[in-house]
């Protein structure tokens, strides 16, 4: 009898984030204590205007056939309008707009939109595992690594990515939280000019998650990018799976030519709860409820990030996402393993990649009281590992 064996482009190792939560479900099942400060899900709900907006469209009959896979008119016409006031870009909600299920469907289905096996895709290092993962190694193509130095801010020497077919690229980051200045915007931006062959994308999943100046677009220097945005993190609302890519019109065609063939659209009400939300955007000033959830997500980075130091390790400070980056030694894994002893549960940095092998990843989306907690047992761990 033949043995299963499924296709070679599944022979990874287990995605990061699935195997942290195995993890975390084996202790909670054996009735241990732990703070997961592993993962990027928010603990605040969302606003009650996009919920109310979600079951305000269940009534309305369009929900319950199937959606287009480019995305509802009228959304895109709110995507349009918020793209312009948020960043002085103006685009065609027509041809320059697609709606996804969610910033990870999309980046991974636009890399198989653009990748033929064995071209070559760029990505940093360390970087979004979906990078490396769905939108290189699942597609057959070969890997090309931009390491991320601390010392230039965690920014890439991009000159390498000439001749790529794709390259990836995402500020605010993550995992590092590292912002993206103007300079490297521009120099981006004309790297994507220049390079007609090569498609930038760039994803800004974090765009609306900033403690200081509001992010800048790369569309702001360059009409020829696709850019990424979710709801997910803007919103508090990782499980609704609804997100949008708007850019260069050729690429975007290709992204919904992809998604005609793999999927059926992303759901009416959910497209509608992204649509409350941008619509109460006042040019660059979010709505009250997301300038609230900034506050307690900044608040907890500087406790956390205020314990971590007290311990001698050298934290990455910035200005942008709830997570905190931290390197701790050579390698990360004794860290790790000891917090898990003491009931904490981070983040490798090498789940990010090679480039992440030694640094650690918390995400502040937990209660304040899990953050104390976290907080004390970092102090009390210190560098005895």
């Given at each position: 009898?033949?043995?299963?064996?499924?296709?070679?482009r599944l022979n990874?190792?287990?995605y990061?984030f699935?195997?942290?939560?195995?993890?975390?479900?084996?202790i909670?099942?054996?009735?241990?204590?732990?703070?997961?400060?592993?993962?990027?899900?928010?603990d605040l709900?969302?606003?009650?205007?996009v919920?109310?907006?979600?079951k305000?469209?269940?009534?309305?009959?369009?929900a319950?056939v199937y959606?287009?896979?480019?995305?509802?008119?009228?959304?895109?016409?709110?995507?349009?309008?918020?793209?312009?006031g948020?960043f002085g870009?103006?685009?065609?909600?027509?041809?320059?707009i697609?709606?996804s299920?969610?910033g990870?469907e999309?980046?991974?289905q636009?890399?198989?939109?653009?990748?033929?096996?064995?071209e070559?895709?760029?990505?940093?290092?360390?970087?979004?595992?979906?990078f490396?993962r769905?939108?290189?190694f699942?597609l057959?193509a070969?890997?090309?690594?931009?390491?991320l130095?601390?010392?230039n801010g965690?920014l890439?020497?991009i000159?390498?990515?000439?001749?790529?077919?794709l390259?990836?690229?995402?500020y605010?980051?993550?995992?590092?939280?590292?912002?993206?200045p103007?300079?490297f915007?521009?120099?981006?931006?004309?790297f994507?000019?220049?390079n007609?062959?090569?498609s930038?994308?760039?994803?800004?999943a974090?765009s609306?998650m900033?403690?200081g100046?509001p992010s800048?677009?790369?569309?702001e220097?360059?009409?020829?990018?696709?850019?990424?945005h979710s709801?997910?993190?803007m919103?508090?609302?990782?499980?609704?799976r609804i997100g949008?890519?708007?850019?260069?019109?050729s690429?975007?065609?290709?992204?919904?030519?992809?998604?005609?063939?793999?999927?059926?659209?992303?759901p009416?009400?959910?497209?509608r709860?992204?649509?409350?939300?941008?619509d109460?955007?006042?040019?660059?000033?979010?709505?009250p409820e997301l300038?609230?959830?900034?506050?307690?997500?900044?608040?907890?980075?500087?406790?956390?990030?205020?314990?971590?130091?007290?311990?001698?390790?050298e934290?990455?400070?910035?200005?942008?996402t709830?997570?905190?980056?931290?390197r701790v030694?050579?390698t990360?894994v004794?860290?790790?393993?000891?917090l898990?002893?003491?009931?904490l549960?981070?983040?490798?940095?090498?789940?990010?990649?090679?480039?992440?092998i030694?640094?650690?990843?918390?995400?502040?989306?937990?209660?304040?009281?899990?953050?104390?907690a976290?907080a004390e047992?970092?102090?009390?761990?210190?560098?005895?590992?």
């Amino acid at each position: 009898m033949s043995i299963f064996k499924p296709a070679n482009r599944l022979n990874l190792p287990a995605y990061p984030f699935a195997e942290l939560e195995r993890k975390a479900s084996s202790i909670r099942a054996s009735g241990g204590v732990l703070h997961d400060l592993s993962i990027g899900d928010p603990d605040l709900p969302p606003p009650q205007f996009v919920v109310d907006a979600i079951k305000a469209s269940l009534d309305d009959p369009a929900a319950h056939v199937y959606p287009s896979s480019r995305g509802n008119p009228e959304v895109r016409e709110s995507v349009a309008r918020w793209f312009k006031g948020r960043f002085g870009v103006s685009v065609d909600p027509k041809t320059q707009i697609c709606i996804s299920i969610g910033g990870k469907e999309a980046l991974s289905q636009f890399a198989r939109a653009i990748v033929n096996p064995g071209e070559t895709v760029a990505f940093p290092d360390p970087c979004y595992p979906v990078f490396r993962r769905a939108g290189t190694f699942m597609l057959d193509a070969n890997p090309l690594k931009l390491p991320l130095d601390p010392q230039n801010g965690f920014l890439p020497d991009i000159k390498p990515a000439k001749g790529a077919r794709l390259l990836f690229i995402n500020y605010p980051n993550n995992p590092t939280g590292a912002s993206a200045p103007d300079s490297f915007l521009m120099e981006l931006g004309k790297f994507t000019d220049d390079n007609p062959d090569t498609s930038v994308a760039y994803d800004m999943a974090y765009s609306e998650m900033t403690f200081g100046a509001p992010s800048r677009s790369l569309l702001e220097f360059t009409p020829n990018a696709v850019e990424f945005h979710s709801l997910s993190k803007m919103a508090n609302a990782t499980g609704y799976r609804i997100g949008f890519a708007v850019g260069d019109p050729s690429r975007i065609s290709a992204l919904v030519r992809v998604k005609e063939e793999m999927d059926s659209g992303a759901p009416l009400p959910f497209q509608r709860a992204l649509q409350t939300i941008l619509d109460r955007y006042d040019g660059t000033t979010p709505p009250p409820e997301l300038t609230a959830n900034r506050a307690v997500y900044y608040s907890r980075k500087k406790r956390l990030e205020a314990a971590i130091k007290e311990t001698g390790f050298e934290v990455f400070e910035t200005d942008a996402t709830f997570y905190s980056w931290f390197r701790v030694g050579v390698t990360e894994v004794p860290y790790i393993n000891r917090l898990v002893e003491s009931g904490l549960l981070l983040t490798p940095g090498s789940g990010f990649g090679e480039g992440g092998i030694g640094w650690v990843r918390a995400s502040v989306t937990a209660p304040d009281s899990a953050i104390d907690a976290a907080a004390e047992i970092i102090r009390q761990i210190g560098t005895d590992i």
